[in-house]
């Protein structure tokens, strides 16, 4: 199976299974003397771990990571100074159970990779899905992790505004309140509201779609190229590469279709400081995929979980009919988790692309 790497110059391969002893990445091209910690690297990864609330798979993985290369310690073995070689970094699974996946080992899972796997590689790993289970993305938090260490300066939030049918008050948005809350919610009001909604298709064995907003801010002007290294496309391509993700916008994304020409675009005007001054930001801070030094914004929306106890029609591997009732411990909102990784996934296609422009233009921006 190939296609486990992404990026350019910050390179990042991702490794490991679900129910494997463990998983993790190697980050290639990261500069030499970049500094950070352990605990800089863990922040990151308790953000995305599961068993953290009854709305999410009740798996219980500390997703330590450990850096195994690429890296000098300080002499109190603190902090970590990157060397400009490969960085390797793991993460052990010490809570599978592969047991709760063995009625299935031959029936496919409707809506998973099952299928699609086997009919291409001729064998698949129904314990959890293998590369194809949302474990993966573990390592890509990591990655994460680094790659905001490349671009000092630039913040990447990420947020959850919609679960099922239920969308937040965006005038209600406050960053605060993401942090203080089990869904990663910008508006306080919409916490309730969907705990009680996800209780109950928690109890119904069910589960439910999310939509996920990135917003990149402080992102210099100028990062990525008109043609075949749009940032937008690199931003939405790796964004679509998360587990369970099915559509992808920046900006007002499809909504710019119902926008006039007047409208959707961003007049300008010269600022008091003499910096050209957008009055607005329909573009996500992107145009002619090059960023124009404004937030970015992307959103991405991923499906329900399609582990669920309901039973649902499907076929086995010697090609009969069967009811499939998938057991185990699962997300009845996958979407919930997905915050981390977005911001994950977008700080790696804007580290990607520092490093370029850099080689490219010779600009420190």
């Excluded at 509201?193 to 928690?202: P, S």
């Excluded at 997905?338 to 490219?360: K, Y």
């Amino acid at each position: 199976m190939s296609h486990n790497t992404f990026g350019h110059l910050f390179r990042v391969t991702t490794w490991g299974e679900s129910h494997g002893p463990a998983l993790g990445c190697v980050v290639d091209g990261c500069p030499p003397g970049i500094r950070f910690t352990l605990d800089e690297i863990q922040a990151y990864m308790d953000k995305r771990k599961p068993g953290q609330s009854r709305f999410v798979t009740q798996r219980r993985e500390d997703d330590i990571v450990k850096v195994l290369s690429g890296v000098m310690l300080s002499e109190d073995e603190t902090v970590m100074t990157t060397t400009g070689t490969p960085i390797s970094m793991l993460i052990e699974n010490t809570d599978q159970r592969s047991k709760d996946y063995g009625e299935i080992a031959r029936r496919y899972r409707p809506g998973h990779a099952d299928y699609a796997y086997d009919l291409k590689y001729g064998i698949r790993d129904y314990r959890g899905g293998g590369r194809s289970s949302a474990r993966e993305t573990a390592a890509r938090v990591a990655a994460g992790a680094l790659a905001r260490k490349v671009i000092p300066g630039v913040t990447i939030r990420a947020a959850l505004v919609q679960i099922g049918k239920h969308k937040i008050n965006r005038g209600n948005w406050d960053w605060a309140q993401v942090e203080q809350n089990p869904f990663f919610c910008p508006d306080a009001a919409m916490v309730p509201v969907w705990e009680d909604y996800l209780d109950g298709i928690r109890k119904a064995g069910s589960s439910i779609g999310a939509v996920i907003e990135v917003v990149a801010e402080n992102v210099p002007a100028g990062l990525g190229a008109p043609i075949y290294a749009k940032l937008d496309q690199d931003i939405a391509s790796l964004l679509m590469s998360i587990n369970a993700v099915k559509g992808v916008e920046v900006g007002e994304g499809f909504a710019a279709a119902e926008l006039s020409g007047e409208e959707n675009a961003d007049e300008m005007r010269m600022g008091n400081d003499g910096q050209p001054l957008f009055l607005s930001n329909h573009a996500g801070g992107i145009l002619g995929g090059i960023s124009t030094g404004q937030p970015i914004t992307a959103r991405f929306a991923v499906k329900p979980t399609s582990s669920i106890l309901t039973e649902r029609q499907s076929i086995d591997a010697d090609g009969n009919n069967v009811d499939v009732r998938t057991k185990g411990r699962h997300d009845p909102c996958v979407g919930i988790r997905a915050a981390p990784i977005g911001e994950a996934m977008v700080a790696c296609a804007l580290a990607d692309h520092f490093l370029r422009d850099r080689g490219q233009t010779g600009k420190a921006r």
